[in-house]
């Protein structure tokens, strides 16, 4: 049972333009949110959170936004650069569960110059 | 800060053999988690270790067993390999036990051919 879902498994992007990575969950319990960047033989890095109690946050270039009641979230990164080419994963936890997260299948972001 | 450290970085194996995978967390991190990805599946949760104990185990069948030592370090073992379990095995690391405001820090992982 897939509780977070990433529909679109690759993205093509102009540099410098606004590139948007969607994510949708099913389990209303989840209240922390994570997006993680992974490039080919590493693991994955950390760009950006967010918590339930919020519906956006910012950090440089990624913003992540949350909408509790379509329980969707995105990813948007602007400009983008093509040292962005990666695959991007969110994840979902609940306060429950420990550190046990719950991850999409990932995106495939490919900015191109 | 020394990062997350997994070992062997990459490791074939034959069938029916076991396995045991090594990971060393943040120095001062308390929390151990282990994730499988395998092509198209994302990362699926193995299990997580907290102070020594095993705090949460996904959906995997009992061959896949874990443990953490007093310094935080984990391993985790498979035992009876099967060829579905060739997969890239990442350890995450972080410093509380409660997801929420937390961030995990995964290392670079340890590839797994079975063959």
């Known amino acids: 049972d897939q509780q977070v879902k990433q529909n679109s498994p690759s993205l093509s992007v102009q540099e410098g333009r606004i590139s948007i990575l969607n994510c949708d969950y099913t389990n209303s319990m989840f209240d922390y949110f994570l997006w993680y960047k992974k490039y080919p033989a590493e693991g994955p890095t950390f760009l950006i959170s967010i918590s339930s109690i919020k519906d956006k946050n910012e950090d440089g270039r990624f913003t992540v936004f949350l909408n509790k009641s379509a329980k969707h979230l995105s990813l948007h990164i602007v400009p983008s650069q093509p040292g962005d080419s990666a695959v991007y994963f969110c994840?979902?936890?609940?306060?429950?569960?420990?550190?046990?997260?719950?991850f999409g299948t990932g995106t495939s972001l490919t900015v191109i110059p | 800060k020394a990062g997350v450290t997994q070992t062997p970085r990459y490791l074939i194996k034959t069938r029916g053999q076991q396995v045991t995978l090594s990971c060393s967390p943040i120095?001062?991190?308390?929390?151990v988690s282990w994730y499988q990805q395998t092509p198209g599946q994302g990362l699926q949760f193995l299990f997580e270790y907290f102070s020594e104990t095993q705090r949460n185990k996904g959906n995997f069948p009992g061959r896949f067993s874990g443990r953490q030592f007093s310094n935080s370090r984990s391993e985790m073992n498979v035992s009876t390999l099967e060829l579905g379990d060739s997969a890239l095995y990442l350890c995450?690391?972080?410093?509380?036990?409660?997801?929420?405001?937390?961030?995990?820090?995964f290392g670079e992982g340890s590839w797994l051919t079975v063959v």
């Open positions: 120095s001062g991190h308390r929390s």
């Open positions: 995450a690391s972080s410093l509380t036990g409660i997801s929420s405001g937390n961030t995990i820090y």
């Open positions: 994840a979902a936890s609940h306060t429950n569960t420990g550190n046990q997260f719950y």
